[in-house]
């Protein structure tokens, strides 16, 4: 089955500096990537998500990039506030399927 | 965005007792849910795949018989966890897809305490 890594595990950044978290999937037959943040005590909220047949995708001070022949995406994060603090889960997605394997997730820490 | 509902948002039970938590996506159809379990710092592993009007296909690893999941419409899906132990202790968490855009949407979590 699909298998979802994901790094790093804690990232501190300087407030206003960017943010990169990497992941990579093993089946290449996955073809949706989704991105989630999860606060602490709450629901994990989509963030931005990536399909197969793109490249890139941006959605104001976040980013994400797919590159299907490595099985690689990434999650950039640019002018990081204080509110960005949270952890972050890669996912991969078989449409077939449609279950969702999530990576480890990224404690993303905001510095003052 | 979606809503999707679950309850209760926290539990405490015996061992030995059944508790059932529900899943109610409030504004779309869903055909398909999910369940899975978080424990503290760590993700989400996914349990079973609820499908509407059919049998949940469960992970490897997990018991069916211990899990019990029922979609009995396009609009609810329940997780029994049938004679908990404290090993059951955990957080549950329930997502709903939207079969129109095909994303998919989580509930709050249940925060299941067994003593």
């Known amino acids: 089955g699909e298998n979802v890594e994901q790094h790093p595990s804690t990232l501190s950044v300087q407030e206003g500096d960017s943010a990169v978290i990497k992941c990579t999937y093993s089946?290449?037959?996955?073809?949706?990537f989704p991105w989630y943040k999860q606060e602490l005590g709450k629901r994990p909220q989509l963030i931005i998500d990536?399909?197969?047949?793109?490249g890139e995708k941006k959605d104001q001070r976040i980013a994400v990039t797919l590159n299907k022949t490595a099985k690689h995406f990434s999650l950039h994060i640019t002018e990081t506030q204080p509110e960005d603090s949270a952890v972050y889960f890669c996912?991969?997605?078989?449409?077939?399927?449609?279950?969702?394997?999530f990576g480890k997730g990224t404690r993303l820490h905001i510095l003052p | 965005g979606a809503v999707v509902s679950q309850h209760p948002s926290w539990v405490i039970c015996k061992s030995g007792t059944s508790v059932k938590i529900e899943c109610r996506s409030l504004?779309?159809?869903?055909?398909?849910m999910f369940w899975y379990r978080q424990f503290p710092k760590q993700s989400l592993m996914l349990m079973a795949t609820?499908?509407?009007?059919?049998?949940?296909?469960?992970e490897q690893g997990v018991e069916k018989d211990k899990f019990l999941i029922n979609h009995a419409s396009l609009t609810l899906s329940t997780l029994t966890v049938t004679s908990a132990h404290p090993e059951d202790s955990s957080f549950y968490i329930c997502?709903?897809?939207?079969?129109?855009?095909?994303?998919?949407?989580f509930g709050a979590g249940t925060r299941l305490s067994v003593l």
């Open positions: 609820s499908n509407e009007g059919s049998k949940a296909t469960y």
């Open positions: 089946d290449s037959a996955s073809n949706y």
């Open positions: 990536i399909r197969s047949n793109v």
């Open positions: 997502s709903a897809r939207d079969s129109g855009i095909n994303i998919q949407y």
């Open positions: 504004d779309f159809q869903a055909t398909t």
């Open positions: 996912a991969a997605s078989l449409n077939r399927d449609d279950k969702i394997i």
